[in-house]
């Protein structure tokens, strides 16, 4: 099995499986994947708030987080199911950024209007995702009854 880094290093997008429920809602562990892209060459394009990327932790493992935030220090990243912020985290740790996702063999790309929508609005109800989702938890055990 080819190393996940070495591939994105040398230009390649990589398909994975998500781990984890870091990224709920947008993704399920056993149901979604996701493309990941080498990350964008100086000059063309910079990472920005929303931006799915894969960074690696100091000295640790492989994360999928949303940049939350860009800042003169470095990247704020959270996962979609998180309140809490991780950063500043160096470019140099970031390993490549999400340019699409399969559910159920369907492929979305993230410059979809209705991926762009979500993505917006979510990055941007970080401090509501917790009440959100008591009140989520809640309808869903009085549904189930």
Known sequence: ???????????????????????????????DEVIISPLPEAGKRKLKRGDVVLYRREGSILVLH???????????????????????????????????????????????PAYALYSFVWVRALRFREPIGKIAHKIKVWIKG
């Not at 099995?1 to 429920?21: F, H």
């Not at 959270?78 to 999400?98: C, F, H, W």
């Open 1 to 31: 099995m080819q190393d996940i880094e070495t591939l994105l290093s040398d230009g390649y997008a990589i398909q994975i499986e998500p781990k984890g429920y870091s990224m709920y809602p947008l993704f399920v562990p056993g149901r």
């Open 66 to 112: 949303r940049i939350w935030k860009v800042g003169a220090d470095g990247f704020y990243l959270v996962g979609d199911n998180q309140s809490k912020v991780e950063g500043p985290l160096a470019y140099r740790q970031m390993r490549g950024i999400m340019t699409a996702f399969i559910r159920k063999g369907k492929k979305t790309a993230v410059t979809h």
